[in-house]
Structures are given as C-alpha cells and as structure tokens.
C-alpha cells in the first residue's frame, strides 16, 4: 500500500530502504511498489533509487525539516529552539523535562508520532505518524490573573489564523481550546501549569494539529468529528511550512497576551469563536447547564441565555463534555 511505502521512506528519511522491505510495504500485487513510488512523485516526493532497487526520500510535504522552521523565526521576539524526534510517549511531558533543565522560553519539542498524546480532561489525542504536527512549547507564565486561559486563549487564535493564511481555510475557536474547521476538529491544545512553591512556574503549550491526514487515517470512531488541510483542500501540504505560520503567530498574540490590552487579545478570540448564538450544553461540576451562547470572552468565560430569561457566565476551567446544539 502507498501508506506503508510512504511511513517506511519517512522512517527512514535519507537512508537507502531495501527493495525487499519495499516490496513487502507495499503488497503482493504485480507492480504494486513501483505504482507507490510514482504516486508519492505525483505528490511532490522526491526519491532516489539505487541499481538494487532500493529506494531513498530525498524530501516530502510530510518530512518536517526543523532546521528551516527555526531559521524561518529567526526575527521572531522568541527564540524558538526546537528538539525533533521520531516518536515520543508525549511531547508535553519531554517539554517539561526540557523546562525542568532549564531550557529557555521557546524551546520547542516536537515528534512524528506519540504514543500516549493527551489533551483536555485527559483525553487521548490520536497522533497518526507523520501525518500532523504535535509539539510543545515552554513557555513563560503570563502576570497570575486568569494566565492560564490567557494562554490557551492566545495559542487559539494563533493557530486560527496561521491556518487561515497557511492553507486558506476558516478555522474557527470552539470554546475554550479547540480548532475547527465547519463542524469538525483539526487542532486541540493543552495548557500545563505545574506549581513550584514559591518559584516562577514555566508554562507548557501542547498543540496537535491535523494536516495530511486522509479520513481513513482517523479511528472509525472520531472519523465524522474530525478532519485535516488535506481533506479540506484535497492536496498534501507541507508541515514545515504550517509549523513556521503557527510559531510566528504564536510569537505575536502570546506577545499581545503578555504586553498588549487585555481588550486586544479579547476581541480577537472572540470575533474568531464559533459558538456566538449556538445552543449548548455541557458539565459545570455537578450541574447540566443548558443555554444559548450570548458572549465570548478570554477573561470571564462564556455567557449564556438560559431558560426563564437568566443569563449566566461560566468560566473554562469549571466546564466539561461541551456539545453544541444548533446554530
């Protein structure tokens, strides 16, 4: 199959991969590894072929080049350090090993693969290899009021529009740290504060975001609440492009969250939020709350029109099992 033609040259990128190895990837069918070969050309591979057979990937759409994502951010106010691996259980928990060593505000952690991703509530992120961008950056906590939210808040807006001007597509906020495209999610994002005592605690943004995904790449489970730049365009992009979009607007709104007004970050968030007039209902602790949503904001929370005319604000971080009702 041309799946497991392209994830084995990825794994092995610069390296000569063996015709038999090859041949077996792709199946038993006649001419099967050579229809591969020229379907991943078609994409915009490029691959080497050796008198063997054999076959090397010389660059791809999906080979992530870290290198020239960090020298594309080089008048970014942060400098962005970023430590690429193959596979990793979760790029979050090797961020906080890279914090606890002291690494500075920007380092950036990113893999291939995880193995045990995790978003909000705990929830597994599926990481299908070389398919998506996850990464984790350290990050300086913001002034104590609300700075988590704030965070989360900024990366949100970040990656909305980084998308919008990357591929083309309106990404849209749903409320607070997911990024959809239409009814579908393609990027979630996880804020980690750990406390310290009485020391500065470092921040830690993890972002997984969808890019060359197919729809048989997601588990059968999520395929209808799911999707990628690939399906919503119908082309392959490349990651290290859309990496560099979403750092650089990074930079700037987590800059505008740190320095900026509070008003600023505010009205962007939720001029780009998607649930302005939507029915929702969701977890606020113990209690099943049911309303239509009034306002967005990244200070005071999401406000609802409820029954009997009362109009009530929740905050993020008591709020759980979001499901949007209608628009």
């Not at 033609?5 to 050579?34: I, K, M, Q, Y």
């Not at 693969?113 to 990481?127: I, M, P, T, V, Y």
């Amino acid at each position: 199959m041309r799946g497991a033609v392209r994830d084995l040259l990825l794994g092995n990128a610069g390296l000569f991969v063996g015709r038999t190895s090859l041949a077996e990837a792709a199946g038993p069918r006649a001419g099967a590894l050579e229809a591969a070969i020229a379907e991943l050309s078609a994409e915009g591979c490029v691959i080497d072929r050796d008198a063997s057979g054999g076959a090397r990937l010389g660059s791809s759409p999906e080979l992530l080049r870290p290198a020239e994502v960090a020298a594309s951010l080089e008048d970014t106010r942060m400098r962005f350090e970023i430590d690429h691996r193959l596979e990793l259980d979760s790029t979050n928990d090797a961020a906080w090993d890279r914090a606890g060593a002291g690494a500075a505000e920007g380092a950036v952690v990113s893999a291939d693969s995880q193995k045990s991703g995790r978003g909000r509530g705990g929830n597994r992120w599926e990481s299908s290899p070389f398919r998506g961008l996850w990464f984790s950056v350290v990050l300086k906590a913001l002034p104590p009021a609300g700075s988590s939210a704030r965070t989360t808040c900024a990366a949100a807006v970040a990656v909305a529009e980084s998308l919008g001007a990357a591929a083309g597509v309106k990404a849209m906020i749903k409320w607070p740290n997911d990024v959809w495209i239409g009814m579908r999610k393609i990027c979630g994002i996880l804020t980690e504060t750990r406390s310290r005592g009485d020391m500065p605690s470092p921040v830690v943004l993890g972002i997984g975001m969808n890019v060359n995904h197919a729809p048989e790449d997601f588990p059968p489970g999520i395929r209808g609440r799911a999707t990628s730049l690939r399906i919503e365009k119908g082309r392959t992009f490349d990651r290290t492009a859309v990496m560099s979009a979403v750092l650089r607007s990074l930079d700037y709104w987590y800059g505008r969250a740190s320095d900026g007004p509070a008003e600023e970050l505010d009205g962007r968030y939720s001029e780009l939020s998607m649930l302005h007039g939507m029915d929702v209902r969701f977890d606020f602790g113990r209690e099943k709350v049911e309303g239509k949503v009034t306002g967005i904001s990244c200070a005071l929370g999401m406000t609802l029109a409820m029954a009997g005319g009362r109009t009530r604000t929740f905050r993020a971080e008591h709020i759980s099992s979001v499901e949007l009702r209608g628009r």
